[in-house]
């Protein structure tokens, strides 16, 4: 699975964006996608996911600003950010990942990163 993610930018606080997450070479239908972000100097996590069932996970830092969703008929995944904050600057990136038992995921697949900027 190739992963393409677009829609990065320079925001003010408060503002929103989309990201989009293109894949090629398999569906996403049947995959679970998540969105992690890396800012300079910190480990990258994961803020968002969707299963293949359409159930989904928020980090607590996001929760009630963001919302994933995927299309399945466009083989794309989007991340709305809503009431952007500057501690959401990061490089965001799109993944396909696989649950190995005791709620512990296997990510296989990752896009190449958008930049998200986020001005106070």
């Known amino acids: 699975v190739q992963l393409q993610a677009s829609g990065g930018g320079l925001v003010q606080a408060g503002g929103s964006l989309r990201l989009a997450c293109a894949a090629s070479?398999?569906?996403?239908?049947?995959?679970?996608i998540g969105w992690s972000r890396q800012a300079p100097g910190k480990q990258r996590e994961l803020v968002a996911s969707?299963?293949?069932?359409?159930?989904?996970y928020y980090a607590d830092s996001v929760k009630g600003r963001f919302a994933i969703s995927r299309d399945n008929a466009k083989n794309t995944a989007f991340l709305q950010m809503n009431t952007l904050k500057p501690e959401d600057t990061a490089t965001y990136y799109c993944?396909?990942?696989?649950?190995?038992?005791?709620?512990?995921?296997?990510?296989?697949?990752w896009g190449q990163g958008t930049q998200v900027t986020v001005s106070s």
């Open positions: 993944t396909v990942w696989r649950e190995i038992g005791e709620g512990k995921r296997v990510f296989d697949y």
């Open positions: 070479g398999d569906s996403l239908s049947a995959r679970n």
């Open positions: 969707i299963t293949s069932g359409d159930v989904t």
